[in-house]
């Protein structure tokens, strides 16, 4: 199947702090991202679908000024948590979607990514 | 409001035996639905995807269930293994233009040997 992947899969920083995270679709071009933050024990939450070449769309609550999505290429999302505090620590995941398998398996999952802010 | 509601929260079973979980939803349109499996630290990983004409699915040991007219979809795990240990979690895209998916909020399940 298709694969999406994440770097980094962990990281550590201190509060204040800006921090980056990857996402790649490595065998398919993908239009669209999704970016999600699942905390412990608890299910995935959307936090904004990002498009190839305009601006993401962001959840309900989710500060765009604070995550920063940047999709400037079709195989490439980055995520940016700004000024990062203990409060963002959390567990990030993205997907991505391929508009050609229209009725199949449409999005894939990265492995996600473990951040924890000091 | 579009919900999607799993049962049971959690499950302990011992290893071999067989489980099911379920999944209800309120998705409308419906699109499709899909159960995902997370192992823990890790990015859900598809174990199957079923449109509105597809009542069975199999995947191995896994085989998923939907009743469109009820809402209603299941997920069984036939001679459960210690690596199914997981959540197990139930997903359903609606027909729109914004490709989003609504998460269950999952089933932990802990195979004990």
């Known amino acids: 199947g298709a694969v999406v992947s994440q770097h980094p899969s962990r990281v550590i920083c201190k509060s204040g702090t800006s921090v980056k995270i990857e996402c790649r679709s490595l065998?398919?071009?993908?239009?669209?991202m999704f970016w999600y933050r699942q905390f412990p024990k608890q299910s995935l939450m959307l936090m904004a679908t990002?498009?190839?070449?305009?601006?993401?769309?962001?959840e309900q609550g989710v500060e765009k000024d604070k995550f920063l999505i940047n999709h400037a290429s079709l195989t490439l999302s980055t995520l940016t948590v700004t000024s990062a505090h203990p409060e963002d620590s959390s567990f990030y995941i993205c997907?991505?979607?391929?508009?050609?398998?229209?009725?199949?398996?449409?999005?894939?999952f990265g492995p996600g990514t473990r951040l924890l802010v000091l | 409001k579009n919900q999607v509601e799993q049962s049971p929260q959690s499950l302990i079973i011992l290893e071999g035996k067989n489980c099911t979980l379920q999944?209800?939803?309120?998705?409308?349109?419906?699109?499709?639905l899909r159960w995902y499996k997370q192992d823990t630290g890790r990015g859900p990983v598809s174990l199957t995807i079923m449109t509105f004409s597809e009542n069975t699915k199999s995947n191995g040991r896994y085989t998923a269930t939907l009743d469109a007219d009820t809402k209603q979809s299941s997920l069984h795990i036939t001679a459960s293994q210690l690596s199914d240990s997981a959540s197990y979690i139930c997903v359903v895209s609606a027909v729109d233009s914004s490709y989003k998916l609504i998460f269950g909020s999952g089933t932990r399940l802990l195979v004990r040997p």
């Open positions: 065998d398919f071009q993908a239009t669209t």
């Open positions: 999944c209800n939803y309120t998705v409308s349109p419906f699109s499709n």
């Open positions: 997907s991505a979607r391929s508009p050609r398998r229209a009725n199949q398996e449409t999005q894939y």
């Open positions: 990002s498009n190839e070449g305009s601006k993401a769309t962001y």
